[in-house]
Nanobody
C-alpha cells in the first residue's frame, strides 16, 4: 500500500509564498519521477513541474522563476516552494509519483489527495 500525503496549502495574498510538501509512504523500492499538478475550477489538470531520480526538473512556463521543486530522497518527499503567487496560481495541487513497490514490479503512478491553494488579489 502506497500513500502520497500532501500538505502546506492555504490562503495567501498575491505576492506571497507557500511551501507544499508531498511525502510518499509505504512499501516503496524506488521512485523514478515525482510531479506536481494543479487543477483550477473549470479547467483541466495541468502539469506544474516534475523531478526525476536523476535530478532532471522541468517547470511549466507559467511558474518558471517563481516556483522551485526540491526533493529529500531519504524521506521520499518533495517540496514545492511557491513565491510571488498570483491569483491565477489558485488551484488544487496534486502530487503524483511513479514508483515501484517490488524489485521486479513495473512503475505505477500514484496520486495524492490534493491540497488547496487560494490566492487573494
Amino acid at each position: 500500500q502506497v500513500q502520497l500525503v500532501e500538505s502546506g496549502g492555504g490562503l495567501v495574498q498575491a505576492g506571497g509564498s507557500l511551501r507544499l510538501s508531498c511525502a510518499a509512504a509505504g512499501s516503496i523500492v524506488s521512485i523514478s519521477v515525482m510531479r506536481w499538478y494543479r487543477q483550477a475550477p473549470g479547467k483541466q489538470r495541468e502539469l506544474v513541474v516534475f523531478t526525476t531520480a536523476g535530478g532532471t526538473t522541468n517547470y511549466a512556463d507559467s511558474v518558471k522563476g517563481r516556483f522551485t521543486i526540491s526533493r529529500d530522497i531519504a524521506k521520499n518527499t518533495i517540496y514545492l516552494q511557491m513565491n510571488n503567487l498570483k491569483p491565477e496560481d489558485a488551484a488544487v495541487y496534486y502530487c503524483n509519483a511513479e514508483l515501484r513497490t517490488g524489485i521486479w514490479s513495473a512503475n505505477y503512478r500514484y496520486w495524492g489527495q490534493g491540497t488547496q491553494v487560494t490566492v487573494s488579489s
